[in-house]
């Protein structure tokens, strides 16, 4: 087995501003400590879940590093998204398992929505 991936983090030269994006956005809790140069933001879902990641190739492009946020309605967090100051990277793409598109915070990180289908529009198995 690998090593687990167990922590993300998000940076940018208004760390205030970056809480209050993410935390009205997501509707995290963010446990603000320090004071200074020393300050972070402690990021909390109310979930216990596991987190996964891939390695995108982008052949010609930037490097970076990308994580990406359950929604239930992504129509609606993009739109809250910009109106929190955030703009549109990616706009929604149906993959068949997915919808996705691709958020920037005010501070230029991306940021990845997903949306899965609602258990009314996955089709029944025929089989059972």
């Known amino acids: 087995m690998g090593n687990p991936i167990i922590h993300f983090e998000v940076a940018g030269t208004d760390g205030s501003a970056l809480e209050s994006f993410y935390s ?3 509707e995290w809790k963010i446990d603000h400590q320090g004071e200074g140069d020393m300050q972070y933001g402690f990021i909390s879902d109310g979930s216990a879940g ?15 590093v990308v994580f990406y ?5 992504l129509s609606a967090a993009i739109e ?4 929190l100051g955030g703009s ?3 706009e929604p793409i149906d993959t068949g398992d997915v919808t996705f598109g691709m958020i920037r915070d005010p501070q230029g990180n991306s940021v990845g929505l997903i949306e899965r289908p609602k258990a009314e529009d996955t089709p ?3 089989a059972s």
């Open 80 to 83: 809250q998204a910009k109106k």
């Open 88 to 90: 549109v990277r990616i």
């Open 50 to 64: 596991p987190v996964g990641g891939g390695i995108r190739h982008e052949p010609g492009g930037e490097a970076e």
């Open 69 to 73: 946020v359950e929604v239930e309605d």
């Open 24 to 26: 009205e956005l997501f």
């Open 124 to 126: 029944e198995d025929p």
